[in-house]
Nanobody
Framework: QVQLVESGGGLVQAGGSLRLSCAAS????????MGWFRQVLKKEREFVAA??????YYDDSVKGRFTISRDNAKNTTYLQMNSLKPEDTAVYYC??????????????????WGQGTQVTVSS
């Protein structure tokens, strides 16, 4: 059974930082592209960042502030979020999907999803 478990969310002031982690089990982690998405209530889930073997891709709204990485030995992917803004407030989800270049950015390219972790940025 595949499981993706996010952690590291919380409440932070604008300008602050958080590091999200996503621990995967039940799958050959290194064979999957990993992504982070976020969702605000009543809005569609949107792409944030993705990583393949080493290539990364970011939505323009987070480029230069967020960094995605992965540790295949630990079956874990990370999202380092710096210079956080109130508009970054959302539930953040990690996902495992197609390993491709350029990295997958569409929801339908991801097969497994975590339960999400709340990130709240206060002004």
């Amino acid at each position: 059974q595949v499981q993706l478990v996010e952690s590291g969310g919380g409440l932070v002031q604008a300008g602050g930082s958080l590091r999200l982690s996503c621990a995967a089990s039940g799958l050959a982690f290194s064979r999957y592209g990993m992504g982070w998405f976020r969702q605000v209530l009543k809005k569609e889930r949107e792409f944030v960042a993705a990583i393949t073997w080493s290539s990364t891709y970011y939505d323009d709204s987070v480029k230069g502030r967020f960094t995605i990485s992965r540790d295949n030995a630990k079956n874990t992917t990370y999202l380092q979020m710096n210079s956080l803004k109130p508009e970054d407030t959302a539930v953040y989800y990690c996902a495992a999907g197609s390993l491709q270049s350029p990295p997958a950015v569409r929801l339908r390219e991801y097969y497994y999803w975590g339960q999400g972790t709340q990130v709240t940025v206060s002004s």
